[in-house]
């Protein structure tokens, strides 16, 4: 499912296998996981989270095919998926996604809840895909679309075109910060980045404080159930 590498100060945590990493109740709870064990780690130093993945995919949204199969199951991914939103918006220390390759959908949302967004270019488009599968987005992606992507017709672009852009155009519209010519230099530069946020030594917890401010609206929607049985409704509080 995934593995978390510590290297130095950095956390390295890359979903495994050839796969599409779609996002099922298994895969969720293995990320979430890996986070639990990056939060319960002593705080002697700065840290920094970078997420990739192996493959020819980053992740190519939700496990439709798990989800579907019982009525009950969508709705328990989508709030799965919006706990580890919860747990990525949270988290004590700046979080860069390495996107490794194609990535669409519910894996979107994944990469965008990290503060940075580094792809490859020579492989891979960013795709959201709900539009041309018939399914309607649920309000808090929008209020995350909304909080990192500032111009409107990119939003429109992807959501409302269904385009598959790729990471030079991403870059042009501001969806990502940056693309890279291959998966190593990907990486490599999200090192680098992590690298150079750690070194500023910032508390990790006024980080995350920060951040839940910026993204209030994002927490205030989201809606999901902390002992893991998909009934309660939350609310993430500061």
Not at 114 to 135: A, P, T
Not at 169 to 197: K, M, P, Q
Request: charged share 25%.
């Amino acid at each position: 499912m995934c593995t978390l590498e510590k290297r130095g100060s950095l956390y390295i945590l890359t979903l495994t296998g050839p796969g599409e990493h779609r996002l099922n109740p298994t895969l969720i709870d293995a990320i979430q996981s890996a986070l639990r064990r990056v939060k319960a780690e002593p705080t002697t130093s700065s840290s920094a989270l970078i997420t990739t993945a192996q493959g020819k995919f980053f992740s190519n949204g939700f496990d439709l095919a798990w989800a579907q199969s019982i009525q009950s199951n969508l709705l328990l991914m989508s709030q799965k998926s919006q706990s580890l939103i919860h747990d990525l918006i949270t988290l004590p220390m700046p979080t860069i996604a390495a996107i490794s390759g194609h990535v669409s959908a519910a894996g979107v949302f994944l990469a965008l809840s990290h503060d940075y967004v580094l792809m490859r270019k020579d492989r891979g488009f960013l795709y959201m895909s709900e539009l041309d599968i018939g399914m309607t987005i649920p309000a808090v992606y929008i209020a995350l679309l909304e909080s990192k992507i500032g111009e409107p017709m990119a939003r429109r672009q992807m959501l409302l075109r269904a385009a598959k852009l790729t990471a030079k155009e991403a870059v042009e519209r501001g969806i990502i910060d940056a693309a890279y010519d291959s998966v190593d230099e990907t990486i490599r530069a999200a090192v680098e980045l992590g690298d150079e946020l750690v070194k500023r030594k910032w508390d990790g917890h006024v980080y995350a404080q920060n951040r839940m401010v910026i993204l209030r609206e994002v927490l205030d929607k989201l809606e999901f159930d902390e002992t893991g049985d998909g009934i309660t409704n939350t609310k993430s509080k500061l």
